[in-house]
């Protein structure tokens, strides 16, 4: 049957499994931290936590909720304001706490479920911002779209969190880790990495 896997299970179960999975372990960051270390900027262009929260609810709403006719039922400031351009829906102002912004997040993901149940996989939205003659995309194309920018933020949230406080792994569930809180095994392993890219980098210098 179309849209449905060996066992079963429907495309939708699968790829929104997948989504919520990716959902799931980019929140679980956050936990456990101060205010301000949700908040601060841990690379060169700025990188937070609260930010790419903010930014994933802003397209939770929008691939999985305005594209198929379902605009998000919140005002977005940055939206409004033209602001998202400039890079506003990647950090928490002043104003925004981080209840608020989580509480978006899991707002606008109710509301991209909520979509996906009134879709049909294969029934075609309208991308606005995409190139025109090119806005066409299916509720697939769109579902596999999220799960790949979540899974991609949800990464840059693991090696922030670890820059904030040396917290690592990679879900509640499965650290997905080689060594559990051995810091000597670790100190290792990473001076093996080290050596292998010095000792790399030292034959490459020998055959110039």
């Not at 691939?63 to 890079?87: K, N």
């Not at 029934?123 to 779209?145: C, F, H, M």
């Not at 949800?154 to 051995?182: C, K, T, Y």
Request: aromatic share 8%; net charge negative.
């Amino acid at each position: 049957m179309a849209g449905q896997s060996a066992d079963g299970e429907s495309e939708k179960a699968v790829l929104l499994a997948c989504l919520q999975q990716n959902r799931d372990d980019l929140l679980w960051k956050l936990e456990g931290l101060r205010e301000v270390d949700k908040r601060r900027p841990m690379t060169p262009t700025g990188t937070n936590l609260l930010g790419l929260v903010k930014h994933l609810a802003g397209l939770e709403y929008s691939y999985l909720g305005e594209v198929f006719g379902r605009p998000a039922p919140e005002p977005l400031s940055w939206v409004d304001d033209g602001s998202i351009w400039d890079g506003a829906d990647m950090w928490a102002t002043p104003e925004e706490s981080s209840e608020y912004i989580v509480g978006l997040y899991r707002r606008a993901c109710a509301h991209a479920d909520q979509t996906v149940a009134a879709v049909e996989i294969t029934d075609i939205g309208t991308v606005p911002w995409w190139p025109e003659g090119r806005r066409e995309a299916t509720l697939r194309r769109l579902i596999v779209r999220m799960v790949g920018e979540t899974a991609r933020h949800a990464g840059h949230a693991d090696v922030v969190r670890e820059l904030i406080d040396g917290s690592i792994g990679g879900s509640r569930d499965n650290s997905n880790l080689p060594f559990e809180g051995d810091q000597e095994q670790w100190q290792a392993y990473v001076a093996r990495v080290r050596d292998a890219a010095t000792t790399f980098d030292d034959a490459s210098q020998g055959d110039q």
